[in-house]
């Protein structure tokens, strides 16, 4: 990359461009939603099994599906903020790191309630596991660049790469800057330790304590996934008040990109009800039936004709 193609930084712009595609009001929106209906399900799942009562099969593939769901966006997003970190400004860069935060806190809440799921696959128990070490290193490095903007005072509408060159800086407080460093260090560290900590749950062949170890983790995630939640909407240009003057209100705009992510909320659930109904279970076929002929959510017989073949399942409301 030539100097050329690099930004200025020596001068910060008055104003900064909106970025809908991090920030937008449908973006923000899936990530929290998602967040929250999967801890919701978590603590449902956990608390049940606490209770001597066995959870529900189409309650656990919800809960993955949003766990997946979650993990993926979270990933895809922070991969989006490094591939623009010469032109993303700070106030967008913390914001995609609440949101990795969040979807961390999500994940690994799902993890305490399923991972008896996961230990059961040898393939899906690491798949999960490479998964949240993307995670937990794109994270890691969210917090590495968000710590160096604080402690050298990068003005707020200067791009991020600006950080580690000579630039602008910012006329914060002291205090408001000790504060910051503080409180970024400690949440590198608690990334850092939850990766760990998930790790050594997921591939512990036995439980010890699991009771304990399941609720207090779950509420230690549930209060992390609702900081970054509340932090997010207070910052933000679509609910609040943003950290950074920007030139533009696309953030508060919907989009087609904006309903997408909205959209894509209801599959988690599509998938759960085409379970509930058996239209997963696909019989085998067989070169001497016509496997269209063979129903996908009856097994009792009642559809049988006299020469053993199914007929149509009609719809009971509307025969």
Same mark, same amino acid.
């Given at each position: 990359?030539?100097?050329?193609?690099?930004?200025?930084?020596?001068?910060?712009?008055e104003?900064?461009?909106?970025?809908?595609?991090?920030a937008?009001?449908?973006?923000?929106?899936?990530?929290?939603?998602?967040?929250?209906?999967?801890?919701?399900?978590?603590?449902?799942?956990?608390?049940?099994?606490i209770?001597?009562?066995?959870?529900r099969?189409?309650?656990?593939?919800?809960?993955?599906?949003?766990?997946?769901?979650?993990?993926?966006?979270? %990933?895809?997003?922070?991969?989006?903020?490094?591939?623009?970190?010469?032109?993303?400004?700070?106030?967008?860069?913390?914001?995609?790191?609440?949101?990795?935060?969040?979807?961390? @806190?999500?994940?690994?809440?799902?993890?305490?309630?399923?991972?008896?799921d996961?230990?059961?696959?040898?393939?899906? $128990?690491?798949?999960?596991?490479?998964?949240?070490?993307?995670?937990?290193?794109?994270?890691?490095?969210?917090?590495?660049?968000?710590?160096?903007?604080? %402690?050298?005072?990068?003005?707020?509408?200067?791009?991020?790469?600006c950080?580690?060159?000579?630039? @602008?800086?910012?006329?914060?407080?002291?205090?408001?800057?000790?504060?910051?460093?503080i409180?970024?260090?400690?949440?590198?560290? @608690?990334?850092?330790?939850?990766?760990?900590?998930?790790?050594?749950?997921?591939?512990?062949?036995?439980?010890?304590?699991?009771k304990?170890?399941?609720?207090?983790?779950?509420?230690?995630?549930?209060?992390?996934?609702?900081?970054?939640?509340? $932090?997010?909407? %207070?910052?933000?240009?679509?609910?609040?008040?943003?950290?950074?003057?920007?030139?533009?209100m696309g953030?508060?705009?919907?989009?087609?990109?904006?309903?997408?992510?909205?959209?894509?909320?209801?599959?988690?659930?599509?998938? @759960?009800?085409?379970?509930?109904?058996?239209?997963?279970?696909?019989?085998?076929?067989?070169?001497?039936?016509?496997?269209?002929?063979?129903?996908l959510?009856?097994?009792?017989?009642?559809?049988?004709?006299?020469?053993?073949?199914?007929?149509?399942?009609?719809?009971?409301f509307?025969?």
């Amino acid at each position: 990359m030539s100097n050329s193609s690099l930004p200025r930084c020596e001068i910060a712009p008055e104003t900064a461009r909106s970025d809908a595609g991090v920030a937008g009001a449908g973006i923000l929106l899936a990530f929290i939603i998602t967040a929250g209906l999967a801890l919701l399900l978590s603590s449902f799942i956990v608390f049940s099994e606490i209770r001597g009562r066995t959870s529900r099969n189409i309650s656990r593939k919800i809960l993955s599906g949003l766990s997946d769901q979650q993990l993926v966006e979270g %990933i895809g997003i922070q991969v989006v903020g490094l591939a623009k970190v010469n032109s993303m400004v700070p106030y967008h860069f913390f914001i995609i790191w609440m949101l990795s935060l969040l979807s961390t @806190a999500t994940n690994f809440a799902a993890l305490m309630a399923l991972v008896q799921d996961f230990k059961r696959d040898w393939v899906l $128990r690491w798949l999960r596991q490479f998964a949240m070490f993307v995670n937990m290193v794109l994270t890691i490095v969210f917090g590495i660049f968000v710590l160096e903007t604080n %402690i050298q005072s990068l003005a707020p509408t200067l791009p991020m790469v600006c950080v580690w060159r000579e630039h @602008a800086k910012s006329s914060d407080g002291q205090g408001n800057k000790t504060l910051s460093v503080i409180g970024t260090i400690a949440v590198i560290a @608690a990334s850092a330790i939850i990766f760990a900590l998930g790790t050594w749950y997921l591939h512990m062949k036995r439980q010890y304590w699991g009771k304990i170890v399941r609720c207090v983790s779950l509420l230690v995630l549930m209060a992390m996934a609702i900081g970054a939640a509340v $932090r997010v909407i %207070i910052i933000s240009q679509a609910f609040g008040t943003p950290s950074v003057n920007l030139s533009d209100m696309g953030e508060k705009e919907w989009s087609f990109g904006q309903l997408l992510t909205m959209l894509l909320l209801l599959l988690p659930f599509v998938s @759960a009800l085409e379970i509930f109904r058996g239209q997963m279970h696909v019989p085998e076929s067989s070169p001497h039936d016509d496997s269209d002929q063979i129903p996908l959510t009856s097994s009792d017989g009642a559809d049988l004709k006299p020469d053993n073949r199914y007929t149509y399942q009609s719809n009971p409301f509307f025969r």
